[in-house]
């Protein structure tokens, strides 16, 4: 079955950078849209950025946009996140998600149509 497996979470200083890995398995990786998606403590889970099937298109939350880059390599099934400029805000818990053949240029990701999730790796942005 489908597999995604994130990595590279940790604490930084405001003002680092992090770079966030999922590795996906079990599933056709060049046939489905990837994203992120982050949730603190008390809050719902929220859309970070997706990325097309192909990696061409892609799109952020306003609250990250400049900040981070979202990228996949279709070769090595593998979707990234780099993140710099952090802000304490920014603290959550990071998870990867797959939706399969999702036009992010005319859907909105968004937690009721993500097909899988990965397990979620912490982001800790301290002041």
């Known amino acids: 079955q489908a597999q995604l497996v994130e990595s590279g979470g940790g604490l930084v200083q405001a003002g680092g950078s992090l770079r966030l890995s999922c590795a996906a398995s079990?599933?056709?990786?060049?046939?489905?849209?990837m994203g992120w998606f982050r949730q603190a403590p008390g809050k719902e889970r929220e859309f970070v950025a997706a990325?097309?099937?192909?990696?061409?298109?892609?799109k952020f939350a306003d609250s990250v946009k400049g900040r981070f880059t979202i990228s996949k390599d279709n070769a090595k099934n593998t979707l990234y996140l780099q993140m710099d400029s952090l802000k304490p805000e920014d603290t959550a818990n990071y998870y990867c998600?797959?939706?399969?053949?999702?036009?992010?240029?005319?859907?909105?990701?968004?937690?009721?149509?993500?097909?899988?999730w990965g397990q979620g790796t912490q982001v800790t942005v301290s002041s």
């Open positions: 079990g599933l056709t990786f060049s046939r489905y849209a």
């Open positions: 998600a797959a939706a399969y053949k999702l036009s992010i240029q005319t859907v909105t990701m968004s937690p009721s149509i993500v097909n899988y």
């Open positions: 990325i097309s099937w192909s990696g061409g298109a892609t």
